[in-house]
């Protein structure tokens, strides 16, 4: 994956167009769904359903729970495109590659963005099946050099120095925490440390991560939101916590994929009504 050259801005308009040629909807709304999380796309209605791999310019998720295909058509009363599946750095994604997507719907005129994501419960109060609005990020890639707005700035999508104070965008905040509450649905909200992978988290790393202000931690998000902002769209996000993230260095139990995938299935039926009456309300 990362021989491809640095994607620039004709790349983007070129994927955007592809899509756009294979699609009577046009989505203002984009959602990118994390591991175990690809139920939520078999809601659309009218769906139009395009692989990554035919369009130009993206690259194929490798990881179970990552179906790799665009789903665009209307869910709760707006057209939507929805990512079934991401692309992480870990799988050897460049993080212009990773993030192009994002570039590719704001190309098709998408501004606001809904990411979602399955991640590790840091705080101590988090149990699996947990679902958390994230309020903040801790993009601790970004902060070391992996920030995938390093390189050349092109003026015409964003400036060179994007400000991430309301990354997450507090209006959709509101309007999530309301739409819980009428549902019923217990919502925590949270700081969402963005890592590396693909390891899960040392117990020295989880009392770290704790020490600096996080309540979740998974494997992507950060640079999907990073370069949303850039170009200006407007990002709501939610982890659901897929497992508890180890402390102690002496515990017996150790996290892994499959735990995720089923901790999904346990959430999806809450996030479809969370997401549904959020896009109502949008």
Known sequence: MTDAPIPTRTHYQAAAAYIQARTQHRPRIGLILGSGLNPLADEVTGADHIPFTAVPHFVQ?????????LVIGRLAGKDVLIMQGRIHLYEGATLQQATLPVRVMHELGIGALIVTNAAGGVNPSYRPGD????????GLMAMVGGNPLWGPNDPTLGPRFPAMNNAYDPA?????????????????????AGLGGPTFETPAEVRFLRLIGADACGMSTVPEVIVARHVGMRVLGFSGISNAAIADPDAEEAADHEEVLAAGRVLVPRLIALLRGVLAEM
Do not use: W
């Not at 959709?172 to 969402?192: E, F």
């Open 172 to 192: 959709l905040r509101r309007l999530a925490l309301k739409v819980a509450a009428d549902l019923g649905i217990t919502l925590r909200q949270g700081v969402y």
């Open 61 to 69: 998720p490798t990881v179970e729970g990552h179906a790799g295909q």
């Open 131 to 138: 679902l958390m609005l994230i309020t903040d990020h801790i």
